[in-house]
C-alpha cells in the first residue's frame, strides 16, 4: 500500500489499523483547546507530531503515515487519507475543510467493484498556506512558501512561491510582493 502498488482495504491487518486510528481520532474529537490529553494522543496517532495545533475534529485512514513538520497549524475538519505517506512542512497552515488525499481508485468499474484501491504519496513544503475546502489529490508536491486558494482543487505538482486557485487549480501570474 505505501509502495503505490493496489492493495485490498479490507484486509485484516488495514482493518486493525484503521480502528486503532478511529479510536485514537475519537478520543481526540472529543477534548476541546488546551487539554492536555492532546498531547498524549497526537503521538500515538501521527507518524510524526511535533506539536502541530490540530483543531479537533481531525479525521485520518491510519495516522502514522502523516508527518508534520514543527510550528504547523490545522484548522477544524481537516481530512487526511494517508494510505501512502503525506509529509507537511515546517510552519504550513491548513485552513478548514482541507482534504489531503493520497488514495486513489481504479476507472474502471469492474476493478473498483472487487475494491481494489492504491495511493500516491503527497509532499507539502514549509510555510505553505492552504486555504479552506481546498482538496489536494493523489501524488501532489507543493513547493516552499506556496499558497492554495480557498476551495482550489490541486491536481498537479506546485512549484515553490506560487499561488494557486480554482477547479482544477491554476497557476497566478507572479507579480510584485506576491508568491
Known amino acids: 500500500m505505501l509502495a503505490g502498488a493496489p492493495y485490498d482495504p479490507g484486509a485484516a491487518e488495514l482493518v486493525a489499523l484503521r480502528r486503532k486510528a478511529q479510536s485514537l481520532m475519537r478520543a481526540y474529537n472529543q477534548t476541546i483547546d488546551g ?3 492532546r498531547a498524549d ?4 496517532l501521527l507518524g510524526t507530531w511535533n506539536g502541530a495545533t490540530i483543531r479537533a475534529p481531525f479525521h485520518v485512514d491510519y495516522g502514522q503515515h502523516i508527518h508534520f513538520g514543527p510550528e504547523c497549524f490545522v484548522n477544524f475538519n481537516c481530512v487526511i487519507l494517508d494510505v501512502c505517506e503525506v ?3 515546517a ?7 482541507v482534504q489531503i488525499l493520497t488514495a486513489d481508485h481504479p476507472r474502471d468499474a469492474a476493478r473498483r467493484a472487487v475494491a ?8 507539502i513544503g514549509a510555510d505553505v498556506w492552504i486555504g479552506g475546502g481546498a ?6 508536491t507543493i513547493g516552499d ?4 486558494g480557498a476551495g482550489a482543487v490541486v491536481t498537479r505538482n506546485v512549484p515553490a512561491g506560487m499561488t494557486v486557485v480554482g477547479n482544477p487549480a491554476r497557476m497566478l501570474p507572479k507579480t510584485d510582493g506576491q508568491g
Do not use: Y
Open 35 to 37: 487539554d492536555g490529553a
Open 41 to 44: 494522543l497526537m503521538p500515538a
Open 116 to 123: 481494489e484501491e492504491w495511493g500516491r504519496p503527497i509532499a
Open 87 to 89: 509529509r507537511i512542512g
Open 135 to 140: 482538496i489536494i489529490l493523489p501524488g501532489v
Open 145 to 148: 512558501g506556496a499558497i492554495i
Open 91 to 97: 510552519r504550513t497552515q491548513i485552513g478548514p475543510n
